[in-house]
């Protein structure tokens, strides 16, 4: 878990140092830049920050090299500073910054401007870091330090400002305090009213309502013109998460998660085989709530996303899963239950309906059942039966035995369709049985005859 968790968190220094190797193939550097948020997806944290901005002057002029101070009562593994124009925050970059701390800190480029942003270089826990700011010579009247900062992995905080500083001899236009809020919010606790009349449902139990059962995992969709609204809610000590597959295999899913980070949710889309960031900006209206160990959260997406191969066109129908497990950080582990899968595959923007599903497969219900009757109703009695010598009913439960142990046996591979790489020791175990359990007629069929001389045969029947 250690090794995921750093590797999570050098995520965006990864990005951040590929801007100024590749270049702009795809124009995500540059809304990068303007928007401030880290690549590897979540929603900013709206709480008042830890850290903050500092700068050396209240005044500057064409040409000044002006120290900005980053620092925090709390360590951070990450930051991205820049300078913008007070009337314009949500424009270009203004000026240049030279290094005073290479060794933690470098250089970016945004729209074509040479070292207009400043980020770290690795994941190390730092407090304060400087930087020095240069005022060129077309500096706006007004001008302002903006910086994201993150404390670890999917909790940050996007643009946090510095105090204005004026350039000299200009009088500067009033300006609007500018406040940065997140899309996601808390919201009301959701409900299965209007399940199968106004929107589609998965209950786990079936018939569950999530407004009053602690124990009810609810996934609803609806249409509402040219998205869909999803709610999601499940008893989790760290996600719940829904999938859409084309079967009923997890890999190649489109998935979306719902973790909780401290009391916090952050609401995020995901590609089960590869787990990757999509824009933000594909999920809207996001609300959350987390209340008696049940987290819940609602968004919005369009119906289709073009541009986005990994986010299936929810015009199709697909298998739906439900799965949950724990987190740490913001980053989840593998469910330890298998997921609740519709027995069928949903219409997303089809009419409302109550779907169904199970945890368990029919096929591999068998499979269980299979090996309780050769447990309790033939191992058992094949010995007592052959300790008390009762030849024909001891000779047909073992046929019974070697039956139910090839279909119990079987089962598991007609539903996968091969082996499984991640095969668990109760696979080993299976094979093990189903070896000894041929083996065994094979031995009968070479016994001595009654009157000879049995001896081990005896012994191990305790005669």
């Not at 027995?343 to 309780?372: C, D, F, W």
């Amino acid at each position: 878990m250690a090794r995921t968790h750093q590797a999570a968190t050098v995520l965006w220094t990864a990005l951040l140092v590929s801007w100024t190797v590749t270049g702009y193939k795809n124009g995500k550097v540059e809304k990068a830049c303007d928007t401030m948020v880290p690549g590897h997806g979540g929603h900013p944290n709206t709480t008042t920050s830890p850290y903050t901005l500092n700068v050396g002057t209240k005044t500057f002029k064409s040409g000044d090299h002006i120290k900005v101070n980053l620092s925090g009562l709390q360590h951070f593994e990450g930051f991205l500073i820049e300078a913008r124009d007070t009337e314009d925050p949500a424009g270009l970059a203004v000026g240049s910054f030279t290094l005073i701390s290479p060794e933690i800190s470098q250089l970016l480029q945004c729209h074509s401007i040479k070292g207009s942003a400043v980020s770290h270089t690795s994941n190390t826990k730092l407090t304060e870091v400087g930087v020095v700011w240069t005022a060129p010579a077309d500096a706006p009247p007004t001008v302002h330090f903006l910086a994201t900062v993150v404390a670890h992995y999917s909790n940050f905080w996007v643009k946090i400002p510095s105090p204005v500083i004026t350039q000299d001899g200009v009088t500067p236009n009033p300006t609007t305090p500018t406040t940065f809020t997140s899309a996601s919010t808390e919201t009301t606790a959701f409900s299965s009213d209007g399940c199968g009349q106004e929107k589609s449902c998965l209950l786990d139990p079936v018939h569950c309502n999530p407004a009053t059962d602690t124990h009810c995992f609810f996934l609803s969709y609806r249409t509402e013109g040219s998205s869909v609204q999803f709610e999601l809610s499940g008893p989790a000590p760290g996600y719940v998460s829904f999938a859409l597959s084309e079967d009923k295999w997890m890999g190649n899913d489109d998935v979306y998660l719902c973790v909780n980070d401290g009391g916090r949710v952050s609401v995020e889309a995901a590609y089960a085989t590869g787990r990757t960031h999509p824009e933000i900006a594909e999920l809207s209206d996001v609300g959350w709530r987390v209340a008696d160990g049940v987290i819940q959260c609602r968004f919005r997406r369009a119906i289709s996303i073009p541009e986005d191969p990994q986010r299936f066109s929810l015009n199709h129908s697909y298998y739906l899963f439900i799965a949950h497990g724990a987190a740490e950080d913001g980053l989840i582990h593998k469910h330890k239950r298998q997921p609740l899968i519709s027995a069928q595959r949903q219409a997303i923007t089809g009419p409302p309906e109550i779907a169904t599903g199970s945890r368990s497969p029919l096929m591999m219900k068998y499979h269980v059942k299979s090996g309780n009757m050769l447990l309790f109703y033939t191992e058992i009695l094949v010995i007592i039966f052959a300790r008390y010598d009762i030849g024909n009913v001891h000779h047909s439960l073992m046929m019974l035995t070697v039956i139910f142990t090839f279909v119990g046996f079987i089962l598991p591979f007609i539903y996968r369709g091969h082996w499984s790489r991640g095969a668990s020791a109760h696979a080993g175990l299976g094979c093990t049985v189903m070896s000894l359990t041929v083996i065994q007629p094979i031995m009968a069929f070479f016994r001595p005859s009654p009157d000879s001389s049995r001896y081990i045969h005896n012994y191990c029947l305790f005669d």
